[in-house]
């Protein structure tokens, strides 16, 4: 199956972000609030950008083929390891089975990524995993990007 051109990767040159405290409840519910709005829209933009025609897309760790619908969005680097957690090379289409079942079927997804995106680009996402996270500004800018992309991707198809 071949795959579209992906997007730019975001993870490149992340400015150092902010070591303000977090001051009340309000302000960590806002922060989680952007979190999940982004990772929901990165998802399906990451699983659409992959698929065919037909919206069907391939698991990167068992060439399994599904809908784009019926797949998750699977990290290499887990989710929780924020500076590339919204990073193109490491969220790509990944079976449920693999994903939720097999913890990621990781040995098999870090071959297949290779393959893809090769080992240099595999290796500059392993050494980002240490960097600092996103600032919400750039969550938002992120936010914005995407939504708009999605927006382009369906429709693009109609
Ligand atoms: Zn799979």
Redesign the pocket.
């Known amino acids: 199956m071949k795959r579209n051109k992906r997007l730019k990767s975001n993870g490149g040159g992340l400015k150092k972000s902010s070591s303000r405290l977090r001051s009340n409840n309000k302000r960590i519910t806002a922060h989680d609030d952007l979190n999940k709005k982004l990772d929901m829209i990165f998802s399906k933009v990451m699983r659409i950008s992959s698929s065919d025609g037909d919206g069907r897309v391939e698991?990167?760790?068992?060439?399994?083929v599904k809908h784009w619908k019926d797949m998750d969005a699977?990290h290499y680097i887990p989710r929780f390891i924020q500076s590339v957690r919204w990073d193109e090379m490491n969220v790509w289409p990944?079976?449920?089975?693999?994903?939720r079942e097999?913890g990621g079927?990781l040995l098999?997804y870090r071959t297949k990524l290779i393959d893809k995106i090769g080992h240099d680009s595999v290796k500059d996402l392993e050494d980002r995993r240490s960097k600092s996270t996103l600032s919400r500004s750039e969550k938002r800018e992120l936010l914005k990007f995407y939504q708009e992309e999605f927006k382009k991707l369906v429709d693009a198809r109609r």
């Not at 990944?94 to 994903?99: E, G, W, Y």
């Open positions: 698991c990167i760790s068992c060439c399994a699977g990944q079976c449920r089975k693999c994903n097999l079927n098999s």
